[in-house]
């Protein structure tokens, strides 16, 4: 299958600072790639929808100046945690779908990567 | 909207037993259904689908489920399960299209452990 990389796999922070994960489909072209948020021993929680070449969409209750979505190409999102604190310290993971021009009819699979395990101290 | 429920948290099974994984949703449109897989620290992996036709979906690594549109469940099954097999596993839905393709809603998950 197709094959979304994530980087970094982990990264610590101290509270203040502010924190880049990459989402990259490596080989395909997302139109539409995903940002979830999962908790120790919970579910994963959708965060925003990124397409490329326009703003995300966050979902209720996600800050926005906060975690900073770019969707600059078909092969690259970013999420970016501003000002981290002890409190956003989660499993961040990506997923894209892959451009098919047919409709979902033809790709009705979102690939995850790996996700990034955030630690703000 | 579409909300996930996966009733159990935890199984615990012996080697080599069946197991099944109970999943109901809740929708107000026609969805489709996924099952994945977790292993620590890493991302999802997909173990099968649904999407239309037969309600008996096979995946990858010997499971299955059925689609019980009148029960609205998606429950995974699993006829002899493996140490290996120990993850957490999570029931999904999609809307079908529109703004909000690919969108996924996820169960809270249940965490199989295999025990020898």
């Known amino acids: 299958g197709a094959v979304v990389s994530q980087h970094p796999s982990w990264v610590i922070c101290k509270s203040g600072t502010s924190v880049k994960i990459e989402c990259r489909s490596l080989?395909?072209?997302?139109?539409?790639m995903f940002w979830y948020r999962q908790f120790p021993k919970q579910s994963l929680m959708l965060m925003a929808t990124?397409?490329?070449?326009?703003?995300?969409?966050?979902e209720q209750g996600v800050e926005k100046d906060k975690f900073l979505i770019n969707h600059a190409s078909l092969t690259l999102s970013t999420l970016t945690v501003t000002s981290a604190h002890p409190e956003d310290s989660s499993f961040y993971i990506c997923?894209?779908?892959?451009?098919?021009?047919?409709?979902?009819?033809?790709?009705?699979?979102?690939?995850f990567g790996q996700g990034t395990r955030l630690t703000v101290v | 909207a579409q909300s996930v429920t996966q009733l159990d948290s935890q199984v615990p099974v012996f080697e080599e037993a069946p197991v099944e994984l109970r999943c109901n949703y809740s929708?107000?449109?026609?969805?489709?259904l996924f099952w994945y897989v977790q292993y620590p620290n890493q991302g999802l992996q997909l173990l099968l689908k649904?999407?239309?036709?037969?309600?008996l979906v096979k995946g990858i690594n010997g499971f299955e489920a059925e689609f019980n549109k009148s029960q609205t469940s998606f429950h995974l099954r699993k006829p002899s399960v493996h140490i290996s097999d120990t993850a957490e596993y999570f029931c999904?839905?999609?809307?079908?299209?529109?703004?909000?393709?690919?969108?996924?809603?996820f169960g809270r998950g249940t965490q199989l452990t295999v025990w020898p």
């Open positions: 997923s894209a779908r892959e451009y098919q021009p047919e409709g979902w009819g033809q790709s009705t699979e979102a690939f």
């Open positions: 080989d395909f072209q997302a139109t539409t």
């Open positions: 990124s397409n490329e070449g326009s703003k995300a969409t966050y």
């Open positions: 929708s107000s449109v026609s969805v489709y």
């Open positions: 649904y999407l239309s036709g037969s309600t």
């Open positions: 999904a839905v999609s809307d079908l299209g529109g703004s909000t393709l690919g969108r996924l809603y």
